[in-house]
């Protein structure tokens, strides 16, 4: 049974930056695909970022390019999701997903996933 955990959610100010975790248990070896979530209130959920299993292809919304970066550590057990220049717009509960998934790149969609974390709350001043 994979279980994730993630932390590093905060409050910042525009502008500052957060760096999440998110912990596997469960999870060994390659072979998972991880992706990115954020739930802002009254919002659906969207994906903000996503790495392939092999962790050669990342990909991201357009409203965080260049401001977000998804990577994992060596030991594929951790993944990280650095978030600068941070926005109010940017304020959400943030969930990490993982999913057993092969394709090049990792899925977008929020049902593809199989293991999500509990969420971690980012909030963002202005």
């Not at 502008?15 to 999870?27: I, K, M, N, P, V």
């Not at 357009?62 to 650095?82: A, M, N, P």
């Amino acid at each position: 049974q994979v279980q994730l955990v993630e932390s590093g959610g905060g409050a910042v100010q525009t502008g500052g930056s957060l760096r999440l975790s998110c912990e596997a248990s469960g999870r060994t070896g390659r072979g998972f695909a991880v992706g990115w979530f954020r739930q802002a209130p009254g919002k659906e959920r969207e994906v903000v970022a996503g790495m392939s299993w092999s962790g050669s292809k990342t990909n991201y919304i357009d409203s965080v390019k260049g401001r977000f970066t998804i990577s994992r550590d060596d030991g594929l057990t951790t993944d990280y999701l650095q978030m600068n220049s941070l926005k109010p717009e940017d304020t959400a509960v943030y969930y990490c997903a993982a999913t057993k998934y092969y394709g090049m790149y990792a899925p977008k969609e929020a049902s593809e996933y199989d293991y999500w974390g509990q969420g971690t709350q980012v909030t963002v001043s202005s």
